[in-house]
């Protein structure tokens, strides 16, 4: 294990071995970036559908944003460590991430676990994680949150220029959660990111949008990558709840939807060699 920096590297097992003498040109790192995880409707399918993706896939690395893992608000150690069990290998979040206190301890022990970088520095935890995929390659996961409509912490455009500046360049391979609200800052980061990471993927919304693509410098892109969890629903709560909550502007008690659950994820090539990314595709697994 190699620590550069703040961030964290952790060897993963070997899925796809090299053969000597065989080469692709270039080597491609598969990745596979699931939507948010909502309660258990959405860890049960990550759970009966993850390892055979992994296979069927030939996925490298796997990242699943988790903040809503536990019952719809925040993640605990025991999701945390179940999620990272179905072969999800680092977590991200967002403005839930402090919903459930336990997790606060558990994020300075687990660097696997990330919560937004721009954050003030003194919280728990980290935004960045650099680790090892099952290809033998380094890879780094950033987790960063929009502000629009959301909390006033720091910036997360001049968070992400500290962060790759302090990133060893030999690691080519640069994923980005953006966690926000609003698809215009979205599409603002991507934009700005675009050439220097493999890949900015949308969280938060929980609606799929149809926008994957590679921008003009190499970089993937997606607005929001959707939700992991019940579809039949109102963004992963139940419908009648939220209904009641907009007919009668009461506070209601949000419990999560069941029926129909749908995986939303986003599959992404990337050239080893020079960290741009070679294609990029939404993939959905819905059960009943």
């Given at each position: ?62 990242i ?18 179940e ?11 967002g ?70 500046a302090?990133?060893?360049?030999a ?118």
């Amino acid at each position: 294990m190699t620590e550069p920096g703040r961030c964290s590297a952790v060897a993963l097992p070997f899925l796809r071995r090299r053969v000597p003498g065989r080469r692709e040109t270039p080597y491609r790192m598969r990745v596979l970036f699931i939507g948010d995880v909502f309660a258990s409707p959405g860890r049960r399918i990550v759970a009966e559908s993850l390892p055979g993706l992994i296979s069927s896939e030939r996925l490298d690395l796997v990242i699943a944003n988790g903040e809503n893992a536990a019952g719809g608000f925040g993640i605990t150690p025991a999701i945390a460590d179940e999620l990272f069990e179905t072969g999800i290998d680092v977590i991200t979040t967002g403005n839930h991430v402090w919903d459930k206190k336990e997790v606060f301890d558990y994020l300075d022990r687990q660097p696997r676990v990330l919560r937004p970088a721009n954050y003030p520095g003194n919280l728990p935890g980290s935004g960045v994680h650099v680790g090892r995929g099952r290809n033998g390659v380094d890879a780094a996961v950033i987790n960063l949150q929009g502000r629009t409509h959301m909390l006033a912490i720091d910036c997360p455009f001049r968070k992400a220029d500290d962060i790759l500046a302090k990133i060893d360049p030999a690691v080519k391979v640069r994923l980005v959660d953006f966690h926000a609200e609003i698809t215009s800052e979205k599409v603002a980061m991507g934009r700005y990111l675009d050439g220097r990471v493999s890949a900015v993927i949308g969280t938060h919304t929980h609606i799929p949008t149809a926008d994957a693509r590679i921008l003009p410098n190499g970089t993937a892109y997606q607005s929001d990558a959707g939700m992991t969890g019940a579809y039949d629903s109102v963004i992963g709560v139940d419908t009648a709840i939220i209904l009641r909550r907009f007919l009668t502007g009461l506070p209601v008690r949000m419990e999560p939807a069941k029926g129909k659950v749908e995986l939303h994820s986003v599959v992404i090539e990337v050239n080893e060699e020079t960290g741009r990314a070679v294609s990029v595709r939404p993939l959905v697994i819905a059960r009943d």
